[in-house]
């Protein structure tokens, strides 16, 4: 498991991101930090990100029954719960139910934007969600990936993850 504290250390040694390099889609890992967070996104099937312009983000990609991923609306994501009793996400009623409504929460509309922001004392590309208080700041790691860290309101440890350049070639084009 990686630590918080490396995991910061690194992304405090990269160089910061520019918004137009968000543009592509992009395949996510999450970056264990000791977060209660951490393998969340994972045990649900989270694929990745796609950002078609600065202001057409789709935040979450999620494979659909044929294997191709599909934007996800982020905002029914049940925060409170996540932040004060992630145990109960990890429980296979949690994984049968997420499984189970998953093709109802195709994204329609993108569900964030691009921004540069501050974040730990650097300016540097940023997806700030529409209706949640979330906001994943970037760091790259090269040219063709990036480091993430999410900054979410009320969850004080680092959720970090890491962003891989996907080919052209990986599903059809989200939300077209």
Same mark, same amino acid.
């Given at each position: ?64 029954? *044929?294997?191709? /991923? ?6 029914? $994501?049940?925060? @409170?719960? +996540? #932040?004060?009793?992630?145990? =109960? ?40 969600? *529409?209706?949640? /208080? ?6 790259? $790691?090269?040219? @063709?990936? +990036? #480091?993430?860290?999410?900054? =979410? ?24």
């Amino acid at each position: 498991m990686s630590s918080a504290v490396g995991v910061l250390a690194l992304f405090d040694s990269l160089e910061p991101v520019a918004p137009e390099e968000l543009v592509g889609r992009w395949r996510g890992a999450e970056l264990p930090t000791g977060s209660r967070l951490d393998g969340l996104l994972t045990l649900h099937g989270w694929w990745g990100k796609e950002v078609l312009d600065p202001e057409t983000v789709h935040p979450l990609l999620f494979p659909g029954r *044929d294997g191709v /991923p599909r934007p996800v609306t982020p905002w029914p $994501v049940p925060l @409170a719960v +996540l #932040l004060h009793a992630p145990g =109960l996400a990890r429980t296979l009623p949690a994984r049968l139910g997420v499984a189970a409504v998953l093709p109802l929460l195709r994204a329609r509309r993108p569900g964030a934007r691009v921004r540069t922001v501050a974040h730990r004392g650097v300016a540097t590309a940023a997806i700030v969600y *529409d209706a949640l /208080p979330i906001i994943d700041a970037f760091r790259r $790691v090269d040219a @063709a990936t +990036l #480091l993430g860290l999410m900054d =979410l309101r009320g969850l004080e440890e680092p959720f970090a993850f890491v962003l891989s350049r996907a080919p052209r070639s990986s599903g059809a084009a989200a939300a077209r």
